[in-house]
């Protein structure tokens, strides 16, 4: 079973740009988590979708925003880019049947490294 | 914040078994220990994951105390692939967001 896959995996944008990755989740998965990791504050959760909805949100400002869509792909928007969004942007895909613990377990992408010169 | 505590760095000989622990002193009854790995620039691994008994599987093995505030996570024969960091990780049932702290940067040396 092919993983998640994010797209791209690399991309250079300038300040004041907007940005959008892109998420794949794992074949069945319904639930899509978007993490940010930087070198000073770690990995942080930015927001959770499932069924199209937004069920979580971390703590950032509303300039990162994302979607799901119907076959559980996901993006993730930046807008009005700053010099400290440059980060590595995880997404993980989980099963969510709610049957079994195991089925909660989040599976992670390779990321997109988002450099902001 | 992180509800773990885990040492910053360990080295482990290639071959020998890699004992990581962490402590969780205030883990409550439905929260449950996961365990991921992040080899550099990676996106981190998931290894395992338990709630009061030990687990063990292809990757790994979970040894949580009976008091459940600490657990140790093994790797029975380390090898150099093995060289990341370490994250254990306190989660609450359900799809819940993951809480990373600093995790354990562990060395496998040949």
């Known amino acids: 079973k092919a993983g998640v896959t994010q797209t791209p995996r690399y991309l250079i944008k300038t300040r004041g740009q907007q940005v959008t990755l892109s998420c794949s989740p794992i074949s069945g998965h319904r639930s899509v988590s978007w993490y940010q990791q930087t070198p000073g504050q770690g990995l942080q959760f930015l927001f959770e979708y499932f069924s199209e909805t937004q069920r979580n949100k971390g703590n950032f400002p509303g300039r990162f925003s994302g979607r799901q869509f119907s076959n559980s792909r996901s993006e993730m928007n930046v807008s009005t880019l700053e010099l400290g969004d440059s980060a590595l942007y995880l997404c993980a895909s989980s099963l969510v049947t709610g049957g079994s613990r195991a089925t909660d377990t989040q599976y992670f992408g390779p990321g997109t490294r988002l450099t902001v010169l | 914040d992180a509800k773990t505590t885990q040492p910053t760095s360990m080295d482990c000989a290639e071959g020998r078994a890699a004992n990581l622990p962490c402590n969780h002193s205030t ?22 994951h338990g709630l009061k008994n030990n687990e063990t599987n292809e990757m790994a093995s979970l040894i949580i105390t009976e008091d459940r ?23 609450v049932e359900g799809n819940t967001p993951l809480v990373f702290g600093k995790g354990t940067r562990l060395s496998v040396i040949a």
Not at chain 2, 27 to 46: A, C, D, F, L
Not at chain 2, 70 to 91: E, F, G, K, M, Q
């Open chain 2, 69 to 91: 505030k600490s657990s140790t996570l093994i790797l029975p024969h380390a090898t150099l692939r093995d060289t990341a960091v370490y994250y254990c990780i306190v989660r």
């Open chain 2, 27 to 48: 883990i409550s009854g439905n929260e449950y220990v996961y365990w991921y790995r992040q080899i550099h620039s990676q996106g981190p691994q998931y290894i395992i």
